[in-house]
């Protein structure tokens, strides 16, 4: 299970959420906090998306080793809602791939895949398919209420 702070990451990083999404999500968990941290209120705060991920990598979260899972999953969301396109897809998991060196493929299992497949095909859709449930599952979690209050990342220490 990915920790929330990795999955606001990557929702910043994928463009999966805009920056008022993100604001509004911030100020909600906010107000259901009782001592929220500096980061979230800086985050709350934040102009744009890049600002926002300024404010994650300045916290210094130690992202899982499966990020680049957590990534491919969330792009492969948005070209399933038809937000992403093919081409986009392609290179940005490349990129991704190669950045967080996944575990699930390499650059070159990627590439090749995608020099006779499509995203569509069955072996690589199928991938695709369980990387983009699993984010979702996990994006769906950031609307927890009750699991940010059990997240000590979220929370000043009192004392």
């Known amino acids: 299970m990915y920790s929330l702070p990795a999955v606001l990451f990557a929702a910043i990083e994928t463009g999966t959420w805009s920056g008022a999404e993100l604001c509004s999500w911030a100020d909600e ?39 680049a899972e957590l990534l491919v999953g969330l792009l492969y969301s948005q070209y399933r809602r038809g937000v992403l396109g093919g081409d986009d897809l392609e290179r940005r998991v490349a990129d991704i791939v190669d950045a967080y ?9 990627w590439t090749s895949q995608m020099a006779v497949q499509t995203p569509t095909s069955d072996e690589l859709r199928r991938l695709l398919n369980r990387l983009a449930d699993k984010a979702e599952e996990a994006l769906g979690r ?16 009192q004392g």
């Open 142 to 157: 950031l609307f927890d209420i009750a699991l940010l209050g059990e997240e000590p990342l979220f929370q000043q220490r």
């Open 29 to 67: 968990a906010i107000s259901h906090l009782d001592s929220p941290t500096i980061w979230l209120i800086d985050l709350s705060l934040s102009a744009d998306l890049e600002s926002a991920g300024r404010v994650l990598r300045e916290a210094r979260f130690e992202l899982p080793p499966e990020m």
């Open 101 to 109: 060196q996944a575990a699930v493929f390499d650059v070159e299992y």
